[in-house]
């Protein structure tokens, strides 16, 4: 008896911890679609009303979205090259003090991306480069590089070695062994750090905050910007259009197969 | 049911040696050598890291279409020897000539080598077909001729129908096959085979070893082969090399090796073997008689003994009869008392206690085993024994 | 690979798919906080001083700040301990179907921007939000729980639980179930068991999850900038504060480095607890 209740009690309480962690995204979504700005419960009818005027937004919405996504492609895509190549040398180089240089190398993960954004401002200050679309990239491909590397170590130090001296046995030089029989092998580690890449990007906030500009506003600088005036439902709107394309993404990384290798 | 079809045409059937030849390294009659010498030469082959040696001057000379098999306990260095033959690991000294030509220099994707590795080493990310044909890509094989040789040697090793497989969803004796397939639709100059069978399990392993050994004698390919496991190297190997701590301990044929093996690691390695100490009592006619527990004597070649010698005595289970003495043939003997009895079938094996020492007698089964307790008489040929110092 | 002895020069040349990140983390990040470290030691003037440092320890509301940031960063480690062990066992124990669910669930929240997820929690938590309307239409006082610290350790809380859970998971995974049975079939009721038993076990496992979770508290920025305001600063949003709007660069310089420290310090010792205890490579950081 008291087994059935203790279960029952375990899920009562494991139910209420995951509401807790779904609620403030749930809340974003309903809240979206609320009638006014007025934050009653439960809301007496719901409308879109929201979304359309966040689709007209230029400079809140549509411009920041098109810098974030541009933002994002193009440092994922800097952070690929330069994250999987750093994997392979983590790997495969011959280093002394190997784990040292790996935890350098992903350390930059857990530093507060504020710090490195105001040293970059205090950097960019000096060489009159603060603003500039250029310094913007470079300061994200260093926060989120580390992502790939991280993917693509995981993806190399998993491979069997004996493939690649199979395919040596059987006439393939080392270059031609490693593009033909280990970058393919690699391949899904390398896409699912680039896509873990580009959302880390695309939802940064502290760093960009101190080195945009208004020509060079990401979708979350102008989020928080205006959510300080005005914490109406259309920023709502403009939150969840953000989550549809983030979980688009994740999905696209669940089928690359990275997000189950990253969980244990 | 064969699994391998007889569809290439080779030289004629050649049997297993079991011939002894006096000059263990070289291979036998029916084993030819290319006109310009053996068809591998292996000399003073070394391997030392920084604190041990891996490899220690290991020699060897084999003839085309010849099977070597590498045998010893692990980390005995016949891996390692391998993969120096195959070029993935560096020596620190010795050569290696391959059908006249020198490959120390030569980087492993040009030594013309085709090797199985223990875990096959499959290309995931690619069908049987593409697997197989790898290699002929890599050699700008044309087309057509590819396609041709591919499904040649899928049919030979009886994976036909399988070409467009993903290799995950094969068995894993499919999965060997393949990695056969690849190695050898190249027409390597040598096979190098690493542990192939232990992944397998032990009736498949059977199966195909012998299918191994057929398919090797077939095609006369000079192959090299590293096992751990004394019946697949006494099963298909035409010359074994027993290694131990990086050294060879004995060449020779699979019933030299067994018959006589050069040394007590040997003799106890291959096989069940009776160790038992002993001490020289007398030598006369070239012949000396050791002195083993309880009195009794053992007569052994005398070269090199002289009386008060200690001396190792070794000898086979099957060689050991139980029965009186005078019976059969049986002309030397002592007594014990039965203290196990483990029933396998055809044979069983008795513990025999003499007066402490045990000594194990491999028997044919009769309907009821000796009771444990029972008094014996162990007895053995002339000359049955073998003595090592 | 084996250990060979090579020479300097040609090492470092087969280490050349390292340059491009050692390069980049070089200019952009090493010299990133050498400016820093450089600006916390000089005043407006140019003048090279330890004032920043100084008034950083000896300024009241600087030192409320610090206490502040470390009461959230302890509360918040505690918050997503107690929450997190039950959603663990569930994940690693629980009935195949949950679990995949479970882990979802976990790890949504990483995903989706702490600007959505902080938006939420004020439109949950303000004073006019919905818990506080929903609490009004029952009869229940309403709760303050935006603009202080009990907001922000809530939401941080949130935010930071899968870190926690993912730690636990793993350190569970390790445990196995057949030696809580065997204390029970020695006669320890559950609650008991767990602390005579399960405890010890997942000692690890808290230790690493904890110093994770309080190393990303304490320098934390979005969520206690939107839930704490200018009136609950934590270290981050003071930096972020005195760089950008009260324009004191060497206040800011010199926050920024003690935080950096009090940060790498935590994350270092978590290092140390991942690998003194033979954890396997998957036990790694997000």
């Given at each position: 008896m008291s087994g059935r209740i203790s279960r029952l009690v375990n899920k009562v309480v494991v139910g209420t911890i995951v509401m807790y962690l779904l609620a403030p995204t749930l809340v974003v979504v309903l809240y979206s679609v609320y009638p006014s700005a007025y934050m009653s419960f439960p809301p007496h009818s719901i409308t879109l009303k929201w979304y359309r005027h966040a689709l007209a937004q230029n400079e809140l919405f549509l411009n920041p979205l098109g810098t974030s996504l541009l933002l994002g492609l193009t440092s994922a895509a800097i952070a690929m090259v330069i994250g999987t190549l750093a994997a392979l040398g983590l790997i495969r180089a011959p280093l002394r003090h190997r784990s040292i240089w790996q935890g350098a190398f992903l350390a930059p993960i857990l530093i507060p991306t504020l710090i490195v954004g105001f040293g970059l401002m205090l950097v960019f200050l000096r060489l009159h480069l603060l603003g500039t679309w250029w310094g913007l990239v470079a300061g994200h491909v260093t926060i989120i590089v580390a992502y790939v590397t991280q993917s693509v170590s995981a993806s190399l130090a998993g491979l069997d070695p004996s493939v690649e001296e199979a395919a040596k046995t059987l006439g393939s030089g080392p270059v031609r062994a490693f593009f033909r029989v280990t970058l393919p092998q690699i391949a899904p580690g390398i896409a699912a750090g680039a896509v873990f890449a580009f959302i880390m990007s695309f939802d940064e906030l502290a760093l960009t905050l101190l080195l945009a500009t208004p020509q060079t506003t990401t979708l979350p600088v102008a989020i928080y910007s205006y959510v300080q005036f005005d914490s109406g439902p259309t920023v709502a709107a403009i939150a969840t259009i953000l989550l549809v394309i983030t979980l688009g993404l994740l999905l696209l990384l669940q089928r690359v197969g990275g997000l189950r290798r990253r969980t244990h | 049911m064969r699994l391998f079809r007889v569809s290439m045409p080779g030289p004629s059937d050649s049997t297993v040696r079991l011939l002894p030849n006096s000059d263990h390294s070289e291979s036998a009659a029916s084993v030819q050598e290319t006109r310009t010498g053996p068809a591998l030469e292996i000399t003073d082959l070394t391997k030392r890291y920084d604190q041990s040696v891996a490899v220690d001057s290991f020699s060897l000379k084999a003839g085309r279409g010849e099977l070597v098999a590498l045998l010893?306990?692990?980390?005995?260095?016949k891996t390692t020897t391998l993969r120096m033959i195959a070029g993935l690991v560096e020596p620190t000294s010795g050569h290696i000539i391959l059908e006249g030509r020198p490959v120390d220099r030569v980087p492993i994707h040009r030594r013309n080598i085709g090797m199985v590795f223990q875990q096959y080493a499959l290309f995931p990310f690619l069908s049987v077909f593409d697997n197989v044909a790898y290699g002929l890509r890599e050699r700008r094989v044309r087309k057509d001729e590819l396609r041709g040789r591919v499904l040649k040697m899928l049919e030979l090793v009886g994976l036909s129908g399988l070409e467009q497989r993903r290799t995950a969803q094969l068995s894993g004796g499919q999965q060997q096959r393949v990695a056969l397939a690849r190695a050898l639709v190249i027409n390597p100059a040598l096979l190098l085979l690493d542990e192939p069978l232990s992944n397998l399990d032990t009736k498949l392993r059977e199966r195909v070893r012998g299918e191994i050994r057929d398919l090797q004698r077939r095609l006369n390919i000079t192959t090299v082969f590293v096992t751990h496991d004394q019946d697949e190297a006494l099963s298909i190997a035409h010359t074994i090399v027993v290694m131990r701590g990086g050294r060879i301990e004995q060449i020779g044929s699979p019933l030299e090796i067994y018959q006589?093996?050069?040394?007590t690691f040997v003799a106890d390695f291959i096989g069940a073997c009776n160790l038992v100490p002993a001490r020289v009592a007398a030598v006369e006619d070239g012949v000396a008689k050791c002195q083993l527990v309880s009195g009794a004597l053992a007569t052994v070649p005398g070269d090199n003994l002289r009386p008060g010698d200690g001396v190792t005595l070794a000898i086979r289970p099957e060689k050991l009869r139980l029965g009186p003495?005078?019976?059969?043939?049986?002309s030397e003997g002592v007594s014990g008392v039965v203290r196990s009895a483990s029933y396998l079938g055809a044979r069983t094996s008795y513990e025999i206690d003499v007066a402490s020492v045990i000594l194990r007698c491999d028997v044919q089964s009769e309907s009821t085993p000796l009771r444990i307790g029972k008094a014996v008489s162990i007895t053995w040929e002339q000359g049955a024994w073998q003595a090592f110092q | 690979m084996a250990s060979v002895s090579i020479a300097r020069p040609r090492r470092l040349l087969l280490m050349w798919p390292l340059w491009p990140q050692a390069l980049l983390l070089f200019a952009f990040f090493v010299v990133p906080v050498l400016f820093i470290g450089f600006a916390s030691l000089h005043d407006k003037t140019g003048v090279l001083t330890a004032r920043n440092y100084l008034s950083f320890v000896m300024d009241p509301y600087n030192r409320a700040v610090i206490a502040r940031t470390l009461l959230i960063g302890i509360s918040t480690t505690a918050l997503t301990l107690v929450l997190g062990y039950p959603l663990a066992r569930a994940i690693v124990r629980g009935p195949r179907a949950a679990r995949w669910f479970l882990s979802a669930a976990v790890l949504f929240p990483l995903l989706t921007s702490s600007i959505i997820r902080s938006f939420g929690w004020l439109v949950l938590l303000a004073n006019n939000g919905l818990l506080n309307d929903a609490l009004h239409s029952v009869g229940l006082p309403k709760v303050h729980l935006i603009f202080n610290s009990i907001g922000v350790t809530v939401a941080l809380a949130q935010v930071l639980l899968p870190f926690m859970v993912l730690s636990l998971a793993n350190a569970l995974t390790n445990i196995d179930p057949a030696i809580e049975d065997a204390a029970t079939t020695l006669g320890s009721p559950p609650l008991r068991r767990f602390f005579k038993v399960t405890l010890p076990m997942l000692v690890p496992g808290i230790l690493a999850g904890s110093l994770l979770v309080f190393a990303i508290a304490i320098s934390a920025f979005v969520t206690p900038a939107l839930i704490g305001g200018p009136r609950a600063e934590v270290m981050a949003t003071m930096i972020y504060t005195d760089a950008t709007q009260v324009g004191n660069i060497g206040a800011a310089s010199a926050a920024s480095l003690i935080l950096l420290a009090m940060t790498l310090m935590v994350v270092t010792l978590y290092y140390r607890v991942i690998f003194s205890e033979s954890h396997d490579s998957s036990a790694r950081p997000v």
């Open positions: - | 010893g306990p692990s980390g005995c260095g006589r093996p050069a040394s003495r005078g019976e059969g043939g049986a | -």
